[in-house]
T-cell receptor
Framework: KNQVEQSPQSLIILEGKNCTLQCNYTVSPFSNLRWYKQDTGRGPVSLTI?????NTKSNGRYTATLDADTKQSSLHITASQLSDSASYICVVSYSGAGSYQLTFGKGTKLSVIP | NAGVTQTPKFRVLKTGQSMTLLCAQDMNHEYMYWYRQDPGMGLRLIHY???????AKGEVPDGYNVSRLKKQNFLLGLESAAPSQTSVYFCASSYSGTGGYEQYFGPGTRLTVT
């Protein structure tokens, strides 16, 4: 069964600090991996999309890494800001029949405090 | 350019009542999706559409029907609402379902069935 596991479930950090969120997946065959940011009461917004051939991808202070061999990804947030408080969702795309099928992780809830 | 919009934002139904959620996108996307998001779970695909006049079942289609009469609109119907359908519903759209095309999400509809 295709699964996406994220850790930790929740995280509290001080403003200005860095943090790393983890994502492990069992989706196969794999097409691409996405990280979304979801603010409370809003829809998810895409941060990065990586194919199996990409090891790292950045979007401002957000850097995602991917190890397709170990089926692990991480999202690193640098110099956190209060506006980074949100849920971060790892999403893996299945490349078999119906490759538009996405498997969503449950998300990591990040709280940045002053 | 409004992106993806959803109507209504909130709704309370009694068991057995029916309703229709409307999703509209102005990006000329072919693919549209309906998801539900429940506490402690990842987003789950209810139904999707690969183009005007076509629909298909996702992971959790029971109790829902959809229609895509116009390319820009995707309707989700609940014929006889049940408390288990209490959830936050998100609509999304994408240019294509294959490859790394980004899915754009609407703001969500919070539905409570009593």
């Amino acid at each position: 069964k295709n699964q996406v596991e994220q850790s930790p479930q929740s995280l509290i950090i001080l403003e200005g600090k860095n943090c790393t969120l983890q994502c492990n997946y069992t989706v196969s065959p794999f097409s691409n991996l996405r990280w979304y940011k979801q603010d409370t009461g809003r829809g998810p917004v895409s941060l990065t999309i990586m194919t199996f051939s990409e090891n790292t991808k950045s979007n401002g202070r957000y850097t995602a890494t991917l190890d397709a061999d170990t089926k692990q990804s991480s999202l690193h947030i640098t110099a956190s800001q209060l506006s980074d408080s949100a849920s971060y969702i790892c999403v893996v795309s299945y490349s078999g029949a119906g490759s538009y099928q996405l498997t969503f992780g449950k998300g990591t809830k990040l709280s940045v405090i002053p | 350019n409004a992106g993806v919009t959803q109507t209504p934002k909130f709704r309370v139904l009694k068991t057995g009542q029916s309703m229709t959620l409307l999703c509209a996108q102005d990006m000329n996307h072919e693919y549209m999706y309906w998801y539900r998001q429940d506490p402690g779970m990842g987003l789950r695909l209810i139904h999707y559409s690969v183009g005007e006049g076509t629909t298909a079942k996702g992971e959790v289609p029971d109790g829902y029907n959809v229609s895509r009469l116009k390319k820009q609109n995707f309707l989700l119907g609940l014929e006889s609402a049940a408390p288990s359908q209490t959830s936050v519903y998100f609509c999304a759209s994408s240019y294509s379902g294959t490859g790394g095309y980004e899915q754009y999400f609407g703001p969500g509809t919070r539905l409570t069935v009593t």
